[in-house]
């Protein structure tokens, strides 16, 4: 951190902002300009609120220098992180680009079973469904529960699909985590820390939604909630922020893949279901995301999409689910990746 002071400040004023920094157990190295000093605090000590300095007189800002986030950053960890799905092989992360598919809803087996044979026919490695569902509106349909939970262990069973399902409170971990082989966070749970945590302490993977109007920083901190707990997997996940726009649900920023692989050794994946809203826009989307260095993509495929209890509008069919992953596997090629 660098302590900025205003122009015309004394020795006094700075010995003063030394005091506060040697309190707070950091090293300090002042540097006097022309115009300005300022003064560096030297060491590591992300859990102490060194903004408070703010209150001194003469100064003028504060200049953090470290990421907050430490666990989840390159600096600590250089090389990429490949993430299991399962005990199976299938991995998240690496060269190998890896899909996750399946309806919005388990509404029922014949729905369900329909979906993850033909999903995993076309080269998918996860199925996705949600037994609990987080709606907006508490008259939507809220999922089947664990109805939904025993069936998608059973469509494992039957296709060897890594399970990934979603978990919306603490006391739901033990129960979702004896039938999935992913933990999803969902946006709206983002910033709920003890969910964070409580995930953090299964030996399951965790797949974390980025919060709609969560920052980088604040996404890349929600995962350091669960690495701390000492469960090291996680992925994270793109689904679209909350901007201006309505030509589309949510607006899919894209651009957060660089930024996160630059800052993380995290893999990430994409929603281009949530992230667009519309079934039309799936298809560029995911490829952009792969274009664009995306670890994988997480995308809601119903056989009727016309009759889908929750988000119809974004559910593309099995055969369009087909195609777009033989389109996927040739962007994929083109940068050197493999599907
Ligand atoms: C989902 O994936 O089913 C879901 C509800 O997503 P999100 O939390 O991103 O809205
Ligand atoms: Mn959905």
Redesign the pocket.
Known sequence: MIVVMKPGCTQEHVDRVVKLIREMGLRDHIIVGTERTVIAAIGDKRSVDKSAIEHAPFVDRIVPILAPYKVASREVKKEPSLVPLDGMGAVIGGSRIGVIAGP?SVESRQQLFEVAHAVREAGAIGL?G?AF??RTNPYSFQGLGEKGLELLALAREQTGLAVVT?VMGVEQVELVARYADVL?I???NMHNFNLLQRVGQTDKTVLL?RGWSATLEEFLLAAEYIINEGNHNVILCE?GIRTHETYVRNTLALGIIPAVKRESHLPIIV?PS?GTGHSYMVAPMSRAAIAAGADGL?IEVHPDPEHALT?GAQSITPEAFARLMDELRRVAQAIGREL
């Open positions: 919005c996705r949600g569902k987080p979603e999803q969902g946006t709206r939604k689904r929603d949530h997480i988000d």
